[in-house]
């Protein structure tokens, strides 16, 4: 079984930055963190949980429209560790960070990650 512990979220006003950081510790059977497509969701109070970007085994990242051009998602295999730069943050951004895990490749939909953390609180104020 996977861990996944997020980190980084705080209160920051729009127009500011925030990097938050996924550490998984454990492994899932036959795999090692390098094999790993992780993700980041977000849930706002009232609304569902959104996709917000993932980056597969190989590299390979995808956005959603909403924060494309403003977040990065990176991963170092070293600190069995995921980031999300967040840049220009909005106002509508403010939620519920949560980071995720499945094998190997990438998805938009929550469904299809095994492993789940607590989350991070990314509150931005106009």
């Known amino acids: 079984q996977v861990q996944l512990v997020e980190s980084g979220g705080g209160l920051v006003q729009a127009g500011g930055s925030l990097r938050l950081s996924c550490a998984a510790s454990?492994?899932?059977?036959?795999?090692?963190?390098?094999?790993?497509?992780l993700a980041w969701f977000r849930q706002a109070p009232g609304k569902e949980r959104e996709f917000v970007s993932a980056?597969?085994?190989?590299?390979?990242?995808y956005y959603a429209d909403s924060v494309k051009g403003r977040f990065t998602v990176s991963r170092d295999n070293a600190k069995n560790t995921v980031y999300l730069q967040m840049n220009n943050l909005k106002p509508e951004d403010t939620a519920l960070y949560y980071c995720?895990?499945?094998?190997?490749?990438?998805?938009?939909?929550?469904?299809?990650?095994?492993?789940w953390g607590q989350g991070t609180q990314v509150t931005v104020s106009s």
């Open positions: 995720a895990r499945r094998a190997y490749g990438s998805s938009p939909n929550a469904a299809d990650y095994t492993d």
């Open positions: 980056i597969s085994w190989n590299g390979n990242t």
């Open positions: 454990g492994r899932a059977p036959g795999l090692t963190f390098s094999n790993y497509g």
